[in-house]
């Protein structure tokens, strides 16, 4: 008779508990003790799964990402905590925004992958080499990887990785969620000094150019389908993307007021929205003691540790842990407000949205989208949450500025702050991440 370790029959035996139960057993739990829950064994983490689903996002920050640990710090915007999250799969990668709860992840030596941080589960991307505009690739005699690239104008020109990883690649979209196959997911990315389109699918060896009228593309995002991507002149192009791409263009250069603004795409409830956000350029010292501070990145002992329960409240305490910034005046691009449109297909113009009703808006650099609000009660409709994370100095390993967590009242177009990070933030910049 073959005897079973007490852990693994433990397991084995927690394993047999039926569906119904831990459904009903997950229903009372908050998201840090789901993702406890999912850690038990591999059915505990099937159920967990699509219990995440209409949870609050989380604010995905840096947490000592000077050691290369893999460890990054979580803010709850439910309860206003700070939870540390350990992603090994992540170490040493710079991190390009979420969607569908997927994080893109740039490694050294060029490898791109999409990582699921609360399952772990990573899946292979074509390598940044793979790109259409990348001619060759060599080492350095320093042994740095440098890329071969070829211009707008036809010229060859040499990069090093970090500019590769920190310019070269703008955004990512994700078509949906993989599933087991991945062959239903299709991930486009903007790229070079143009901003083009390339795609690809996980598991292909390589990006696909993407063809279309124009370049410069500022955002994009899936509606319906279809790709949509905005340039520069607030024009938009639809692609059918496939073995047989098809692009069709929806609309002429937008007659909307330009000035200092960001635009952003995003499909919310059958619309496809664009998102202005208005800035103004300001020195730090400008606005001294805005909104609520913490440390420039979360240290060994200010956050909850998902995995081992260890804790403290990081938020509470945030005032005791920051430093004078005054020394060092940056320029920092302030945001005083947001415009939203939707677009009427049938007559190819943006419509002034005044109120977002009971849907939420989460925004930030690299990625946007929104959740009704009937199902959190203490958060509120018609808000958009966003970070205040653009500064004007950026260096190979990090860039010097101000990310402010805040929301903005579309009801009387105020914003209302709830903490602010000085100093110097190390890559990435803090992003949305969907449960």
Known sequence: MTRVPP????????SQIPEELLVMIMQRLTLPDMIRFGCVCSSWRSVSAPARHGKLPWLMLPYDTREGNGAYGFFSLYNRQFYKLQ??????????GSSHGWLVTVHPESGIHLLHPFSRVRLQLPSLSTFPAVLDTFYSNEGDLIYVLRSSKGCRAAYGFKWMRDAYIGKFALSSSPSSSSLDCIVVATYGERRKLAFCRPGDNRWTALKTPWDSYEDIVFHKGRLCALDLQRRLVACDIGYASKVYEIMPPSSISCGSQWEYLMSCAGELIMILRDVKWLSDSDDPGAGRRCSCALSGYDAM???DGDS???YNNANTNNKDSTDNDILLCKTIGFRVYKLDFNSRRWIRVRSLGNTMVFLCESNLF???ARHFNRNRGDHIY???DSCDTYTTEHREGVYELCAFKMVDQT???????DNQMNMPAPIWVVP
Do not use: M, N, Q, V
């Open 386 to 388: 966003f970070i205040d």
């Open 312 to 314: 403290d409240d990081h």
């Open 370 to 372: 929104s959740l009704p």
């Open 87 to 96: 992603l090994p799969e992540a170490a040493g990668a710079r991190i390009f």
């Open 305 to 307: 540790d998902i995995a």
């Open 415 to 421: 914003i209302e702050p709830y903490f602010r990070t």
């Open 7 to 14: 852990k693994k029959a433990a397991i084995s035996g927690l």
